[in-house]
DNA sequence: CGGTAAATGTCAGTGTCCCATACATATTCC
DNA sequence: GGAATATGTATGGGACACTGACATTTACCG
């Protein structure tokens, strides 16, 4: 009889206990450690990488090969900045390298693009959807057709990325929950797009994705350990920690939102009281400029606040930059993250409200910690969630935990 | 000329890019792994153990060879529990493995001990020390004296683990901050140890050395995913994420008790305001307890009211659990957290405070999670710091990480 | 203008480790 | 006692990074 028994059911998988380490998970492994080399530090040598891993140059040089082979980076102009030796031939991902679909929602329109590893958009779709009222069966044929817009007939794409405004359960790759998309709920995004779609398909929350943007494509590239805060009408968090997308076991965190900052609070629409979300974002900030009797109350942002420039104006944004700071402090104060990205509303006040927002959350910070705080807005902005599904796929394809 | 260029200046370790995986470290790494797997299940055997990794069972017997040899495991005797084939054989750390000896401050004394890969207390040594005034080098020769005491003659050990109440930078090895040890601040603990002894030191805050203390030894025991924190005279936390214990990029992290949770509330002794520390530790227990006129209210506890069992006494616990989950339902909102071991003054309350802490935390959690949240109580308690110095050793020696 | 130094990229040989497959061993059930 | 079942072990093969040497390209200098 053969001794079938002693192959395992899944391949270095095992049900939840280690995962040994392979010859053969190795090249993929250090493929994929190189790849991200290249997303912290922009095009590099050989040589240039050999040192930064500390390894030999014949090794790296495989590793390049195999890549290059692959289609994956390209070969540069060789840059003569006048140093004595050979002069090193940087490599960069090759134009339409590692092409992923990127999956988002809003404003009445399910959008897909096709994303190149340089976080290029070679193509865009928009699908009008009624984001608020469709039905899952409604929601899964928009995203399926938005998707196939811009899915490229023949090369291969490495997966798509969706992203979504609630909370998600990345394993199962299932909403769980979600006010602004009801309709994604329990609809088996992943797993129905996959089968329809012949492609792997990964979900996961918007503040998250946001992270993997700036992490792939934005202000965050090289920075280990950062949070990124997604403002506005809720308040939500993406944690980048030690290089990785913190996800928890299953995904089901990272609600910064509803942490509780004031005892005995407003309530909140998440059932509980007096969590951030009360008292640092839009309903608050209008809810305030009502009460202050400030023009345009009811639509207020920090963007007209700010244009808006009067003395009131002035000081509800130092409140809403004081509340914020909050949140933001605890953060720093918990886990270090001493970089801090924002996206979203807050973005509209440009460098004074930053500035303010820094300001304030150094004041809340610890002492040892305090001055290594940065506050900065993100560049990305409106594209960050985007881009943030396609660091959904990439990060993914390119794990460096095994 | 030799191409000495060739060789990297540190094998396999770049300045800060990628360590690319070799060969040999995956012979490492995988060890590594299944002393975790054996940390996690407890005994083994090889068949067991390859199911549970899903890999054939002769990669296994290769691994458990090599550390049969090296005296890490030993063999049992099978378990003849009535199942067809042959028996397994069950491994286990043979009795007197991977010593590690740790250091701990309390009480007027530095204590150290000799720990195995069981978590058995081998010898103890104890060296009085006027923790509140002691010199720099005071304190040092006192922890040197203590650790001399324990070491073994002959046996190596795998290093040395120091505990310190207070503020750490764990790269560096260096205490930063600390009110109740004053003297540790800037000593050099790890390098001036680690020269003097010839052993490697490494150097931690409590609360993240007791979280590795119930991930090895005590109730945290294969799960992934938790949070330990110390409570009584102030508060402090230690974060296991992913199997990691979570020391941001330098270590400066994890103060959770200086998170705010009373806008402008009453001021922190860390020289903020509001934190979780003003209304939830032994100082605002005991004000409490003096504002009720409860009786011994100055050395009020959370035994010494729970054994009063007075209905004045048995709010203030009320209160007191409330105020606790407050932090720790920020916890879990935030990071999924959903296992709390709690450690310290609230574990003389019994399963009746834990129960309270329990219901309080859960009300405050997201509904999503709400039912996952565990808190239990440490049953390591007084040892787990110093067994958490041992932790320290084994997770550093048997990194899983590359 | 040619030689030397310096830096980059490449090739062949070696060692380590996991994997597949087969085999030996120990126990239960009929 | 033999079949079935499960565990532990030996052997050959493949993948991969490392070592050390070599080829190539540039700057510097007499």
Redesign the pocket.
Known sequence: ???S????AR??EGPDGPV?????L???L?RSRVLQAFCDHGPL????LARLAG?????I?????GLLDDGLLEEQE?D?D????????PLWFAPHSALSVAVGFGDGAVRASLVSARGERLADAEVPLETATATPAALLAAVERAIRIVLPRHAPVLGVGVVVPGVCDTTAGEVIGSGQLPGSVGAGLATTLAERLGVTVLVDNDARAQALGEKWFGDARGIPTFASVQTGTGLGVGLVLAGQLYRGDDGRTGELGHTQVVPDGAACRCGLAGCWETVATLPWLRAQARKARLPGAARATTASLTAAGTPGADALLQAYADNLAVGLANLVNLLGTRRIVLHGDVVGGGEPMRARIEAATRERCLGYLRADVQVTLSALDADAALLGAAGLVLSETWRLAV
């Open positions: 009889m053969p001794d028994a002693n192959a395992p391949r270095g040994l380490l392979t010859t053969h190795i090249g993929d250090n040598s050989r040589a240039e390894v030999p140059r014949a090794t040089g495989a590793i390049i090969q060789p003569r006048g140093k004595v030796g050979k002069p090193g031939r």
